[in-house]
Nanobody
Framework: QVQLVESGGGSAQAGGSLRLSCTVSKPASRYYCMAWFRQAPGKEREGVAAIGSDSGISVADSVKGRFTASKDDAKNTLYLQMNSLKPDDTAMYYC?????????????????WGQGTQVTVSS
């Protein structure tokens, strides 16, 4: 059973930055997608950024130009760099993994999830 553990959440002022990390207990066998999702109170969970085994990156329009995903395969770790934070970015952030060649924000494709890390942005 693979485990995903997020860290790096916390509080930030609007305009500030945070970097989230997600460490995976077992590396993927071949093709995979790693993604960040978030869920704000009273809202549905939404995709934020995804990165594939080929290092191709997808970023949601709502965070494009401010957030980006990266990974370190040697450390089995996924990152989410969040810049120019806004109060609307306040949410629980989850990382997830899917065994797929092409990545999407379809949550049903992801079969391993972390417990989440809270990000709170104040104005």
């Amino acid at each position: 059973q693979v485990q995903l553990v997020e860290s790096g959440g916390g509080s930030a002022q609007a305009g500030g930055s945070l970097r989230l990390s997600c460490t995976v207990s077992k590396p993927a066998s071949r093709y995979y997608c790693m993604a960040w999702f978030r869920q704000a109170p009273g809202k549905e969970r939404e995709g934020v950024a995804a990165i594939g085994s080929d290092s191709g990156i997808s970023v949601a329009d709502s965070v494009k130009g401010r957030f980006t995903a990266s990974k370190d395969d040697a450390k089995n770790t996924l990152y989410l760099q969040m810049n120019s934070l806004k109060p609307d970015d306040t949410a629980m952030y989850y990382c997830a993994r899917a065994h797929r060649y092409s990545c999407s924000f379809n949550q049903g494709e992801y079969n391993s999830w972390g417990q989440g890390t809270q990000v709170t942005v104040s104005s």
